[in-house]
């Protein structure tokens, strides 16, 4: 559906994209991952035909989308990074407008999705807060029913009940076959939705993997209160990685091994358990930099 | 061309276009009815004139009061008209391109149904569309005041109005053309005002600065504005036939020109 074939742009600073390649199927959630000013959002420029690549090309159900522009963009939907609106407005205007300008004629998706993400759009834009823009900007994104959603950071400045709904949203289209690329820095969101995730590093794409071995690299910190100062030395003798001690406060670090940590925590008795999740640039950043140095 | 975005465009821009326009309107009015207090006395103001350093007087077109027309011509049409036009062009311009695209809201228009081409020919419609309504409605407020204020007692030459107030919207399509040009390029709001400002406020002072005397005239060769002369126009002396075509042409080459390599820059939305 989606295909970036060797992508490559090179900016007058020396910074760019060199070589970017990925492909996504027709009715896959797609992540798009790597630390800030990595290329992400040219890569997405380019998808969006905002760019004119100096190598390679990005299709769209077949179509090149610097080529054919014009042609395409009734399939795609784009939610930018930063949001910005026409002055002057309110969302719903705006929305109105959106609508005309994209030929939709049935209002009926668009409302449905304004009251699931329930925010009141007759407000002005400029008086409207981060997260309200991020929901007009998402209404605006999907509301024509586009065939492939490019969506970068949709969760940013939503709160956690409307990242919810968000996610719900995106699985409801993904399950009528809808394609999704997205770039987020949120391991929940891309765990919940995503098939597979390209890993974007300086300008390149260093690996392109499936969600489940993305979260197997997943390292957690589990802190682990103990009852009996007695056990805490039992444990530790016991071999799981041990991060830290402070008295009863034992942390050990779990990559993927989950059932070892369960069954050795189960032998004594335990006041509380908490968990730690890593952040995904810092799993993935750390896992590359291993692997480099390791090759 | 894009009806919806045009729609659209128009009812943002409308209150601007109408307080520029209701300004210009308000000061017409106001010169027509001095008017007739003015020509009672255009002998002594005449004189007055005449006593001014040569320069000054030719610079900002102080041509004589004998007729309404001239008298307009030399307080509005010479000097304010033109400031406002220039600033409307200006300040226009960059918020149809160039603001779109820093604050990046053409990523929305893009990335709707609309292809570059037609939003680019759109916004440069918006502007012309713009230029025109505030020309339109200051030229009815001159033939409203001749019909108030003047009624028939004093010189009114309607064909020498139209054609001053055609060369004044002929000058600013062209300027227009060229500050879009300015605007399409630009991905930075800032700098596309100040670019199309320092060549709108460029051509106007090398224009008045070669009006001043003879030995500066040479300057006012390399300026557009050097193309509309209101006060040759009031006394028959203008060179219409080669200074319209030259602006038409000049504003639809930069407005062409805009709008094709807008179609084929990179954009950072």
């Known amino acids: 559906m989606l295909a970036v074939e060797h992508l490559t742009k090179r900016f007058p600073n020396g910074k760019g994209i060199r070589d970017v390649t990925f492909a996504v199927k027709k009715g896959e959630v797609f992540g798009f991952l790597g630390p800030n000013g990595a290329g992400k959002s040219t890569t997405i420029r380019h998808i969006m035909g905002f760019m004119k690549p100096d190598r390679g090309?990005?299709?769209?159900?077949g179509l090149d989308t610097w080529k054919d522009r014009g042609k395409v963009q009734p399939l795609l939907g784009y939610l930018p990074g930063e949001i910005s609106f026409i002055e002057g407005m309110t969302g719903l205007a705006f929305l109105d407008f959106m609508a005309d300008l994209q030929g939709?004629?049935?209002?009926?998706?668009?409302?449905?999705?304004?009251?699931?993400?329930?925010?009141?759009?007759?407000?002005?834009?400029?008086?409207?807060?981060?997260?309200?823009?991020?929901?007009?900007?998402?209404?605006?994104?999907?509301?024509?029913?586009?065939?492939?959603?490019?969506?970068?950071e949709p969760t940013s400045g939503l709160d956690p009940l409307m990242q919810k709904v968000f996610v719900e949203i995106v699985l409801e289209e993904k399950a009528r076959g809808k394609t999704f690329l997205m770039s987020s820095h949120s391991f929940p969101e891309i765990e919940r939705t995503c098939d597979r995730a390209a890993i974007i590093k300086d300008g390149s794409?260093?690996?392109?993997?499936?969600?489940?071995?993305?979260?197997?690299?997943?390292?957690?910190?589990?802190?682990?209160?103990?009852?009996?100062?007695?056990?805490?030395?039992?444990?530790?003798?016991?071999?799981?990685?041990?991060?830290?001690?402070?008295?009863?406060?034992?942390?050990v670090?779990?990559?993927?091994?989950?059932?070892?940590?369960?069954?050795?925590?189960?032998k004594y008795k335990i006041r509380s358990?908490?968990?730690?999740?890593?952040?995904?640039?810092?799993?993935?950043?750390?896992?590359?930099?291993?692997?480099?140095?390791?090759? | 061309m894009n009806a919806v975005l045009y729609r659209q465009m128009l009812k943002v821009n409308l209150k601007p276009f109408l307080n520029y326009a209701l300004g210009s309107a308000f000061y017409i009015l106001l010169m027509f009815w001095l008017y007739p207090g003015v020509a009672g006395n255009a002998a002594a103001i005449d004189?007055?004139?005449?006593?001014?350093?040569?320069?000054?007087?030719?610079?900002?077109?102080?041509?004589?009061?004998?007729?309404?027309?001239?008298?307009?011509?030399?307080?509005?049409?010479?000097?304010?008209?033109?400031?406002?036009?220039a600033v409307v062009c200006v300040q226009l311009s960059t918020q149809l391109m160039a603001r779109l695209v820093d604050q990046g809201a053409m990523a929305y228009l893009l990335s709707a149904r609309a292809t570059r081409g037609q939003v680019a020919c759109t916004q440069a419609a918006v502007l012309v569309t713009g230029l025109f309504l505030i020309l339109a409605v200051t030229t009815l407020a001159g033939f409203a005041g001749n019909a108030w204020f003047l009624k028939g007692d004093y010189d009114f030459d309607t064909g020498k109005y139209v054609q001053m107030n055609a060369a004044a919207f002929l000058l600013f399509f062209a300027v227009g053309g060229i500050s879009f040009l300015v605007s399409a390029l630009s991905n930075d709001e800032k700098k596309a005002s100040g670019i199309s400002g320092a060549i709108a406020f460029g051509f106007f002072s090398l224009d008045l600065l070669g009006k001043f005397s003879d030995r500066t005239d040479w300057l006012r060769n390399l300026s557009?504005?050097?193309l509309y002369r209101p006060d040759d126009i009031i006394r028959g002396a203008a060179d219409t036939e080669l200074a319209f075509p030259i602006l038409t042409a000049v504003g639809l080459a930069a407005f062409a020109l805009g709008i094709v390599l807008f179609r084929r820059r990179d954009l950072p939305l």
């Not at chain 1, 957690?220 to 016991?238: G, H, M, P, R």
């Not at chain 1, 890593?278 to 750390?286: G, K, R, Y």
């Not at chain 2, 309404?68 to 030399?74: L, N, P, Q, V, Y």
């Open chain 2, 47 to 85: 004189s007055i004139i005449r006593s001014m350093p040569e320069g000054v007087g030719r610079a900002f077109g102080l041509t004589g009061f004998g007729s309404a027309e001239a008298f307009i011509s030399g307080e509005y049409y010479g000097l304010i008209l033109v400031l406002i036009l």
């Open chain 1, 57 to 61: 090309c990005v299709k769209v159900n």
């Open chain 2, 224 to 226: 557009l504005f050097s």
């Open chain 1, 273 to 295: 358990i908490d968990v730690f999740s890593q952040n995904l640039e810092d799993i993935f950043m750390n896992y590359y930099d291993r692997k480099e140095k390791t090759s």
């Open chain 1, 205 to 251: 794409i260093v690996a392109v993997n499936d969600i489940h071995e993305l979260q197997s690299m997943q390292r957690k910190l589990f802190e682990v209160v103990f009852e009996d100062e007695a056990d805490v030395q039992a444990f530790k003798a016991s071999g799981l990685p041990i991060d830290s001690q402070e008295g009863t406060r034992v942390r």
């Open chain 1, 104 to 152: 939709v004629k049935d209002r009926k998706r668009r409302d449905r999705l304004m009251e699931r993400l329930q925010f009141d759009a007759s407000t002005p834009i400029r008086k409207m807060s981060k997260g309200m823009k991020q929901k007009v900007g998402i209404v605006a994104a999907l509301m024509h029913d586009p065939e492939v959603a490019v969506l970068d």
């Open chain 1, 253 to 266: 670090a779990v990559q993927g091994n989950y059932r070892r940590f369960v069954e050795e925590t189960a």
